[in-house]
């Protein structure tokens, strides 16, 4: 794109061959000290030459040359022109240098390019524009950002400039206008303006870095506004994350609660059905890619039936030539489902490599949404919190308003007698225990998309959905959900405030304490089936 | 007053048993040191350091199966969480390892060398006396056994059983391994600690140091055995037995079932910390990994694989799972997993009593 806009401006400039910059200043920022440099650069700045943003340009790209130290040439693809005319240059000198650019002259160019690009017709660039000068403009844009202030006509980026020609004023020399400057500043939502402020209000030695009392007193004012903006945006994104934890985490357990809380297995495997489902969206990702490229934005609508049937075929094959042996006993089971995610892993490994594999998102999945200043819900999230409670429903309705959920319901509850009003027990089984594995799969397939994908997938996952499991209580959705979102949340809060591994450790120890309170979870079956 | 005890040791086993106990007693404490340390390398007889250091950590492995069976095996609590309490008696040996390198370290600092890297000035508290092996001995026994009896205290009061009790380990083994990758836990993080120098005074990478590590694993492994068959042929034991087979109705003949359970699980996870501080010094070696969930899930099946309930089948089968993966790791390292996962299968669906049932067919058979 730089390199484009460049070849345009250079076929533009050789075409008219007009534009005409002050030699010396050119010669300044090419060769002269890093000072003179910077100066010269806010003068060129002002200049509002045509050549000034090809020049910049140039610079940033590296194709700036100084012939014998005294001329300065803009040299790319053998082709040169003089920097300050514009006029093309034939043939090259042959003692040519590479102007240096520091990373000093480097700021200050992107940000003059920034100020330049104010100018611009198109609204998004000068949006851009504003973005970039909000993390440091220096005095010397100064003159650019107010005739730019005047000009334009959006309110958004008229505040958001006015925002930066107050933090570029803070500078000044004028208390007066310090004053203004920081009481515009209030209404800023930039993470950058409260160390702006807190730097006004530092004490070094014994002053103020503010010498001025009625500054220092209004900064603390608008520190105090800056601030609750800011912490009720940090308390919005704490409470998108946690519910964003809490969705995945629900995910990951409501296969679990259909075949643990449901059929009363323990099924150790569950977090390497999760890992196929996982896979089986990256192999539908390769096939669009290869096979379909154009549809590839699309390749999850194929990836989700993928990765729900593919565990609920493993999951099936489990159930009939294992599992199925070992119902009412629980402990020979939770060994033999351990044994077989050992298997998984290994055939993962052996046919896809112990490296992780790249599973992209689509593009209408990358990005986010700003819903206020500095809070961005990432699309990838809001989709899978979207999908696990379509995913939650449709269990819910399977579960309760077809004739397969009622049958599992029936044998969950007694299923002696099921067996003899004539519901085929061990289809139901087999079906049960493949749609808790499919749902594994559908988790697999929406933690694709925010993570890595490897052989080792599901072992992170399997303590946590055993513990949404073991605190939801068994037999019950509505415990599944709770315990979801509160682990996700808890998780997510005590994370901000004892960092993430402590967070874990206090959530793992609160389980253990309130299972010794309620043995049977949040929501315990009560009567005669909670001994059954 | 020797003479009722002796008599009591005396009918732990049968004239075999204790025939079989005497081979191999001198099979470890006469037939190794001497293969090893007297005859020259190219002798036929001679033992290899590797086959001593191999044997040696098999041996604590069946020190740690031994507790496992006393808790699964007899009563019936599968515990999924015992490589916690092994690695913790391994750390307590640790520290007091550490403590020995001195200034012999990369740093030639009086700290050791993972402390020196996080900057800190001073050993934290709970590292005071570990320069002491006494009070390191203690810490072995005190830290997995005070751990396991208020976990066992709080979760045998309130009835978790079954399923729940070994979902409930796993997470605290989980934590556990979580809070000790930290490194300001003060546990040297990943790398937990290594490049010990000396025990006790002596160094510990010669072979007699090696070989007494050895030979003190061999004599705690028939120590062990010999305690719990006491146990499990007691009174005592019998109970633990009527609780695996049918708690409700222990508790309505009237024993209480929660001492004799939170007794027996306390015993069972000092036995494993002790295993541990004999591990350690013998592979150089402890780091959180020891604690990860998969460590304690292979420790039940050692014992699946030997039989359940025999003593001598967890010890048989420690012996034979360890045996089978340090050969299969090095000659096939693709299948060892695929060699591992089938084995548990396998042996839940085919083989409920283990190598031990099919060497034995007469045995009662137990639902």
């Excluded at chain 1, 005739?147 to 007066?176: C, F, G, H, P, Y």
């Excluded at chain 1, 992780?356 to 986010?368: D, I, K, L, T």
């Excluded at chain 2, 969480?81 to 008696?89: I, K, R, V």
């Excluded at chain 2, 934590?175 to 000396?198: I, P, Q, S, V, W």
Aim: charge should be positive.
């Amino acid at each position: 794109m730089k390199k484009f806009a460049l070849a345009l401006g250079l076929a533009l400039c050789c075409a008219r061959m007009a534009w005409a910059l002050p030699a010396d200043l050119v010669l300044a920022v090419a060769a002269g000290d890093s000072d003179e440099q910077v100066a010269a650069v806010s003068k060129l700045v002002t200049s509002g030459d045509a050549g000034v943003a090809a020049f910049f340009q140039a610079l940033l790209d590296g194709n700036v040359q100084v012939a014998g130290g005294k001329r300065v040439l803009i040299v790319k693809d053998q082709q040169g022109i003089d920097a300050a005319s514009g006029e093309k240059v034939e043939p090259l000198p042959a003692d040519l240098d590479d102007a240096v650019v520091n990373n000093r002259l480097r700021g200050t160019l992107e940000s003059a390019r920034s100020a330049l690009r104010l100018a611009s017709t198109d609204r998004a660039q000068r949006l851009a524009a504003v973005k970039t000068l909000e993390d440091g403009a220096g005095e010397e844009m100064l003159p650019l950002i107010g005739t730019a202030l005047e000009r334009e006509t959006d309110a958004d980026i008229r505040k958001l400039l006015a925002l930066v020609q107050a933090s570029v004023q803070l500078k000044s020399a004028d208390a007066a206008l310090r004053l203004a400057a920081v009481k515009a500043l209030a209404q800023s939502d930039n993470p950058n303006t409260k160390m702006l402020l807190l730097g006004l209000l530092e004490k070094k030695g014994e002053s103020y870095a503010e010498p001025d009392a009625g500054v220092r007193a209004a900064a603390q004012a608008s520190l105090q506004a800056v601030q609750s903006r800011l912490s009720t945006a940090d308390r919005i994104n704490q409470i998108f994350t946690g519910v964003s934890l809490g969705s995945i985490l629900l995910l990951a357990a409501l296969g679990l609660a259909i075949t643990y809380g449901l059929m009363g297995v323990i099924n150790m495997a569950h977090g390497e059905l999760i890992m196929v489902g996982a896979y089986a969206t990256y192999l539908a990702q390769n096939l669009f890619r290869a096979q379909a490229p154009g549809l590839f934005d699309w390749y999850l609508l194929a990836a989700v039936p993928a990765a729900f049937f593919a565990s609920a075929l493993v999951g099936m094959a489990l159930e009939r030539s294992v599992i199925r042996f070992l119902y009412g006993r629980p402990l020979e089971t939770l060994l033999a489902t351990w044994g077989i995610s050992l298997i998984l892993i290994q055939s993962v490994r052996s046919l896809f490599g112990a490296q992780n594999v790249q599973v992209e998102n689509p593009v209408w999945m990358s990005g986010g949404v700003e819903i206020i200043a500095n809070v961005v819900f990432p699309w990838n999230r809001v989709v899978i919190i979207g999908f696990a409670l379509a995913v939650l429903t449709l269990v819910w309705f399977l579960l309760t308003r077809t004739r397969l959920g009622l049958f599992v319901r029936a044998v969950t509850q007694n299923r002696g007698m099921a067996s003899c009003v004539g519901v085929p027990t061990a289809r139901v089984d087999t079906l049960a225990f493949g749609l808790g594995s499919g749902i594994a799969g559908l988790a697999g397939c929406a933690l694709s998309q925010i993570g890595n994908v490897g052989p080792d997938l599901g072992q992170t996952y399997i303590v946590d959905s055993f513990m949404v499991v073991v605190l939801g209580g068994v037999g019950q959705l509505a415990g599944t959900v709770y315990a979801a979102l509160g682990l996700g949340m808890a998780n997510k809060f005590l994370e901000a405030w004892s960092g993430a591994v402590l967070a874990k450790i206090a959530i793992l120890a609160f389980i253990i304490v309130f299972i010794q309170k309620r043995p049977q979870g949040l929501f315990a079956l009560k009567g005669r089936m909670a001994d059954a | 007053m020797m003479g009722p005890l002796a008599s009591h040791i005396g009918r732990l086993y049968g004239r075999k048993g204790w025939i079989a106990l005497a081979l191999c007693a001198a099979v470890l404490f006469v037939a190794f040191p001497l293969a090893n340390l007297a005859l020259p390398k190219g002798n036929l007889l001679h033992i290899s350091d590797y086959t001593v250091a191999l044997t040696g950590k098999i041996m604590c492995y069946a020190i740690v199966a031994l507790a496992m069976d006393l808790i699964w095996g007899y009563t019936g609590i599968l515990s999924l969480g015992h490589g916690l309490f092994f690695a913790l008696g391994g750390y307590a040996m640790g520290m007091y390892l550490m403590r020995m390198i001195g200034r012999e370290g990369q740093y030639q600092s009086d700290l050791p060398d993972f402390m020196v890297f996080l900057n800190w000035k001073a050993y934290p508290w709970y590292w005071s006396f570990t320069e002491h092996f006494w009070y390191a001995a203690l810490l072995v026994v005190l830290v997995p056994g005070l751990l396991a009896f208020v976990f066992g205290f709080f979760a045998f009061r309130s009835r978790i059983k079954g399923v729940y009790f070994s979902i409930i380990t796993q997470a605290l083994t989980f934590a556990f391994m979580l809070l000790f990758f930290r490194n300001d836990t003060g546990f040297g993080g990943n790398n937990g600690f290594t490049d010990f120098k000396r025990i006790l005074g002596f160094h510990i990478a010669t072979a007699e140091t090696r070989m007494a590590l050895f030979i003190a694993s061999g004599f705690m492994l028939m120590l062990t055995l010999l305690f719990a068959r006491a146990i499990v042929s007691s009174k005592f034991g019998r109970v633990l037995t009527a609780i695996r087979d049918a708690e409700s109705r222990v508790m309505f003949s009237g024993y209480n079932p929660v001492h004799y359970k939170l007794f027996i699980w306390t015993v069972s996870a000092v036995i494993c910390g002790i295993a541990g501080a004999l591990y350690v010094p013998q592979v150089g070696i402890i780091n959180p990994s020891e604690m990860s969930p998969a460590n304690s899930i292979e420790i039940a099946i050692w014992v699946a694989v030997g039989g359940r309930g025999s003593l001598v089948g967890a010890i048989l089968g420690a012996a034979l799972v360890n045996g089978a993966k340090s050969v299969l790791t090095v000659a096939f390292p693709e299948y060892w997993l695929f060699f591992l996962g089938l084995l548990f299968i396998l042996v839940t669906l085919f083989l409920p009593q283990g190598v031990i049932g099919l060497l034995n067919p007469s045995r009662e058979k137990r639902a």
